[in-house]
């Protein structure tokens, strides 16, 4: 990849877009994870208006404070970065309590974690309606198009994917060639909406590398019978993410009416 080419590609992508739409700048939830840092970046370095929002609910503390630090680092270098702390987790758990109580707790561990996305990515569009911006996603080629590993209408809620074309190490490249910091690109991947330290590969089961293996075998049109051992049972857990979770790669189904009975 030429690093250099694919930044300056998508800042000016940026650029024209947000232009073209007559809007003033950015939006982007900050998480303190490699995708966000990537894609802060790659908005301020347009120039235009970027508000970076911190929106923590019951965060890991690591979590918080690497997304603050990547926001100060950003404010260093970058005249058009503003910053917005918005804490939702007095919100959330409001909004938690005015749910039905279930028997088990366990069974809305799920629902619940897509809730806390979809709360952010309300505030993501408060602002950003507030201000003339455009919500910045953060999502990758194998998270959006590959296992689907994003909350629909939660952080898969946005005006526009600067580096959803880039696979995860990809955007590992660009990271370093950004010059973001280091605590940002040793992390390991997480989602961060569970309130603990678990991390993609723990809920998924494969890493990002095994997963870009996985996806580039599919498109070559392989089959689970073409392989054994790790690399079988990393293709299954590929495919069986990426069947499931068709509905969120695929456009809104419409039921279309037939003319004769119209």
């Given at each position: 990849m030429q690093t250099e080419k694919v930044i300056d590609h998508i800042v000016g992508?940026?650029?024209?877009?947000?232009?073209?739409?007559?809007?003033?700048?950015?939006?982007?939830?900050?998480?303190?994870?490699?995708?966000?840092?990537?894609?802060?970046?790659?908005?301020?370095?347009?120039?235009?208006d970027l508000l970076c929002l911190e929106m923590p609910i019951h965060q890991a503390e690591n979590q918080s404070d690497r997304a603050s630090r990547h926001i100060d680092w950003l404010q260093n270098n970058f005249p058009n970065v503003k910053r917005q702390p918005v804490n939702l987790t007095p919100v959330f758990d409001s909004l938690v309590a005015s749910f039905p109580k279930v028997e088990d707790e366990e069974?809305?561990?799920?629902?619940?974690?897509?809730?806390?996305?979809?709360?952010?990515?309300?505030?993501?569009?408060?602002?950003?309606?507030?201000?003339?911006?455009l919500v910045a996603g953060t999502?990758?080629?194998?998270?959006?198009?590959?296992?689907?590993f994003y909350t629909k209408y939660g952080d898969g809620g946005v005006d526009l994917s600067p580096i959803a074309d880039l696979l995860k190490t990809e955007v590992y490249e660009i990271a370093k060639k950004l010059g973001v910091n280091e605590e940002v690109i040793?992390?390991?991947?997480?989602?961060?909406?569970?309130?603990?330290?678990?991390?993609?590969?723990?809920?998924?089961?494969a890493?990002?590398?095994?997963?870009?293996?996985a996806m580039k075998m599919k498109d070559k049109g392989?089959?689970?019978?073409?392989?054994?051992?790790?690399?079988?049972?990393?293709?299954?857990?590929?495919?069986?993410?990426?069947?499931m979770n068709q509905h969120k790669m695929q456009p809104i189904p419409v039921c279309v009416i037939p003319e004769s009975i119209k």
């Open positions: 992508w940026l650029k024209d877009y947000a232009n073209d739409a007559h809007q003033k700048g950015f939006v982007i939830g900050v998480s303190g994870g490699i995708d966000s840092a990537v894609t802060s970046t790659l908005c301020a370095k347009t120039g235009l069974e809305r561990f799920m629902s619940l974690a897509n809730t806390r996305a979809r709360l952010r990515m309300t505030s993501l569009y408060y602002f950003a309606a507030l201000n003339k911006y999502g990758n080629k194998v998270e959006d198009f590959g296992v689907g040793k992390a390991a991947p997480t989602d961060g909406l569970w309130g603990d330290d678990r991390t993609d590969e723990d809920q998924i089961g890493s990002y590398p095994e997963l870009e293996w392989k089959t689970l019978e073409d392989f054994t051992g790790r690399d079988k049972e990393v293709f299954s857990i590929f495919l069986r993410f990426n069947t």
